[in-house]
């Protein structure tokens, strides 16, 4: 089975813009979850969406949203991005929602200058 | 509050020696999962190990162990015969059912030829 897809895995923004990311899931995970990392705050839970609902949330401001489509892939989005949001965006799949294990994409690099 | 705590924030280790890598989590719930991942220089989070916590057998697999102590709330990581491609940072993980990920902040291990 093909793993875990992340694209684009590098983006450049500047501040005020928005940004969209996407994740295509192991073939038959239904379930999503988005994390962010950085140096100084280590891995973040974003979101977890399952079957196209949002299941879980973090503590993120609602400049981070998401969505999950009926064929599981699923896109986060950042608006008036900050400085701040520089960061490794990291997509997770798994089964379903229970003590299923989450299988990571390769992340999405994302600067804001 | 359901938290994991990583006390040791780097650790190093000779190859072909043995290293424990501590976590230690806090919750109210009776039915959860523990993992360990592993984060390479590649930055691809890579599942290691999983423990179920209604099982007293600890898991393994090939040259990594666990020390599940449920009742001390303690799942601690032992790396055996380490390896130079052992060489990452290394978080804790634990999921109640239902519910979302939540990750330590990371212990990054280096291994010394």
């Known amino acids: 089975k093909a793993g875990v897809t992340q694209t684009p895995r590098y983006l450049i923004k500047t501040r005020g813009q928005q940004v969209t990311l996407s994740c295509s899931p192991i073939?038959?995970?239904?379930?999503v979850s988005w994390y962010q990392q950085t140096p100084g705050q280590g891995l973040q839970f974003l979101f977890e969406?399952?079957?196209?609902?949002?299941?879980n949330k973090g503590n993120f401001p609602g400049r981070f949203s998401g969505r999950q489509f009926s064929n599981s892939r699923s896109e986060m989005n950042v608006s008036t991005l900050e400085l701040g949001d520089s960061a490794l965006y990291l997509c997770?799949?798994?089964f379903g929602t229970g003590q299923e294990t989450q299988y990571f994409g390769p992340g999405t690099r994302l600067l804001v200058l | 509050a359901q938290t994991v705590t990583q006390s040791q924030p780097e650790m190093s280790v000779q190859e072909a020696e043995t290293v424990t890598l501590s976590c230690t989590y806090d919750?109210?719930?009776?039915?959860?999962?523990l993992f360990w991942y592993k984060q390479p220089p590649s930055r691809q989070m890579i599942l290691v190990i999983r423990?179920?916590?209604?099982?007293?057998q600890n898991a393994t697999e090939n040259r990594f162990s666990v020390n599940f102590q449920k009742a001390a709330k303690s799942f601690s990581l032992k790396i055996s015969d380490s390896q130079l491609g052992d060489a990452a940072m290394y978080f804790c993980?634990?999921?109640?059912?239902?519910?979302?990920?939540?990750f330590g902040t990371g212990t990054s291990l280096t291994v010394i030829p």
């Open positions: 993980a634990y999921r109640p059912t239902g519910n979302q990920f939540y």
């Open positions: 997770a799949s798994s």
């Open positions: 423990q179920e916590a209604y099982k007293q």
């Open positions: 073939s038959g995970h239904r379930s």
């Open positions: 919750t109210s719930e009776s039915d959860y999962y």
């Open positions: 969406y399952f079957s196209e609902t949002q299941r």
